[in-house]
T-cell receptor, first 116, second 109 residues
Framework: NAGVMQNPRHLVRRRGQEARLRCSPM?????VYWYRQLPEEGLKFMVY????????ESGMPKERFSAEFPKEGPSILRIQQVVRGDSAAYFC??????????????FGPGTRLTVL | KNEVEQSPQNLTAQEEEFITINCSYS?????LHWLQQHPGGGIVSLFM???GKKKHGRLIATINIQEKHSSLHITASHPRDSAVYIC???????????FGKGTHLIIQP
């Protein structure tokens, strides 16, 4: 059973370009979380999605950032018109069913975004 | 909003030493997680617990719900245990995690 997969592992963009980060959850998981780790800072929650629905996007910057989790295919975190401050590691985690008492999340290897 | 505090921020110890990392949080939770992150690497979930104590190999995690406090212990530490250890909490089944800033652990041979 493959773990959570993220690609690309490393992404370099110039200021103003778009960045697309992909996350394929573990088989059987329909809940996806995106987290961001800025250099020298802790991890921060960005968004929680289920298939075709955004459940909680309270951690997402209001502009330039969007996320989706279509019925088919991976979850996508999209950053438009990237700026240097977007340089960070972006982690995806998936969960089988957060509706029970426990909420175990399995993390992907992360995408390291560098904005030049 | 839950505030998660970890201590110490940095810890350097000698091989074989007993290690303790502490985590406290401000608001009641449904579960607490201990995570491990190696430099430049991914994140591995070590424990998820909501009460009592869990043990896996040389790692032990405890939680005191009344005191809103958890500890991660490493027995017979080894240089390969060198990593950042992160405490994270969730308030409910569908919540994203709230993280502490991590403890940078270095075990010297």
């Amino acid at each position: 059973n493959a773990g959570v997969m993220q690609n690309p592992r490393h992404l370099v963009r110039r200021r103003g370009q778009e960045a697309r980060l992909r996350c394929s959850p573990m088989k059987g998981h329909s809940h996806v979380y995106w987290y961001r780790q800025l250099p020298e800072e802790g991890l921060k929650f960005m968004v929680y999605l289920q298939k075709e629905n955004i459940i909680d996007e309270s951690g997402m910057p209001k502009e330039r950032f969007s996320a989706e989790f279509p019925k088919e295919g991976p979850s996508i975190l999209r950053i438009q018109q990237v700026v240097r401050g977007d340089s960070a590691a972006y982690f995806c985690a998936s969960s089988p069913d957060p509706g029970v008492a426990y909420n175990e999340q399995f993390f992907g290897p992360g995408t390291r975004l560098t904005v030049l | 909003k839950n505030e998660v505090e970890q201590s110490p921020q940095n810890l350097t110890a000698q091989e074989e030493e007993f290690i303790t990392i502490n985590c406290s949080y401000s608001v009641g939770i449904s579960a607490l997680h201990w995570l491990q992150q190696h430099p430049g690497g991914g994140i591995v979930s070590l424990f998820m617990l909501s009460s009592g104590k869990k043990k896996h190999g040389r790692l032990i995690a405890t939680i005191n719900i009344q005191e809103k406090h958890s500890s991660l212990h490493i027995t017979a530490s080894h240089p390969r245990d060198s990593a950042v250890y992160i405490c994270a909490v969730t308030g409910g089944g569908a919540d994203g995690l709230t993280f502490g800033k991590g403890t940078h652990l270095i075990i010297q041979p």
